[in-house]
């Protein structure tokens, strides 16, 4: 790859889940495009020979925006999309120093997003959910495209460490303040994917959430038509409360009516 191409990567809509566009994000850009193209393509070449990142950036601190920083990140994901995760790993913590030494808030969260994502694809699961939980941590007061893409991000360290029920939570957190902001094709991907998880976590009241986003007449006609199965009390209490929560009043107290239907012949028998 040539190296003055290489530092104008653009944000890759195909790797895990900081991909999602989010209208009116806004991405830096650069001071000086020619000087900041020559510190990024040196950053590059110094991580990829094993240069530590501490001392190259202790030599070349003032070469540091947010669009170096930006781009860094950006390339570390190129890197990973290509499944070369020994340089995105170099690259990636770069990007976090170069973003630290730059003090913008918004490419910390974002870089460490990266990071994190690359440890996951690594396989280092416990290492990328302790990036993620930083990442949310650090901005509780806000449900940021960065916060959001962590929460996801923990998910899927949750669902392969065995643990869908909590995954089902923290992707549902990332979800719901997503629902209405993106594109349909994307928000129906999204919604299938939390579908996913919650059928894995057993959560019956997830899937059907997650279907509305899809067919809304497609759930109410399950929810009439379908005959109700011994289940555990929680399944369709968690239903009613999420068709509540989606406006779908006449269909929750359908299914709270049906319910006790069940419960009551259950009693005689």
Request: proline share 4%; hydrophobic share 40%; charged share 25%.
């Amino acid at each position: 790859m040539d190296l003055r191409d290489r530092a104008i990567v653009e944000p890759m809509v195909e790797f895990e889940v900081r991909s999602i566009n989010i209208p009116g994000y806004a991405y830096p850009e650069p001071e000086n495009r020619d000087k900041e193209i020559e510190a990024v393509n040196s950053a590059v070449d110094a991580s990829l020979i094993g240069y530590s990142p501490t001392a190259y950036w202790e030599s070349n601190s003032s070469s540091v925006t947010a669009w170096v920083a930006f781009q860094l990140g950006c390339i570390a994901e190129h890197y990973a999309s290509m499944n070369d995760l020994e340089s995105s790993m170099a690259l990636a913590i770069y990007a976090v120093e170069a973003a630290n030494i730059s003090n913008d808030q918004q490419r910390i969260r974002s870089n460490f997003v990266t990071l994190a994502n690359v440890l996951f694809r690594s396989r280092r699961f416990e290492e990328a959910l302790s990036v993620y939980e930083k990442i949310v941590v650090s901005d509780r007061s806000n449900l940021s495209p960065e916060v959001v893409a962590a929460l996801m991000g923990m998910a899927n360290c949750l669902l392969s460490l065995g643990r869908p029920s909590e995954a089902a939570v923290s992707f549902e957190k990332g979800y719901l303040s997503l629902r209405g902001k993106l594109d349909l094709p994307t928000q129906r991907q999204i919604a299938s994917a939390f579908a996913s998880i919650c059928a894995g976590a057993d959560d019956i009241g997830g899937v059907f959430f997650a279907m509305c986003d899809y067919d809304e007449q497609r759930v109410r006609k399950f929810l009439l038509e379908t005959s109700i199965p011994e289940m555990s009390f929680d399944v369709p209490v968690s239903t009613h409360t999420r068709l509540k929560s989606l406006q779908m009043i006449q269909d929750a107290e359908a299914l709270r009516t049906k319910w006790l239907e069940h419960n009551t012949k259950e009693k005689k028998n």
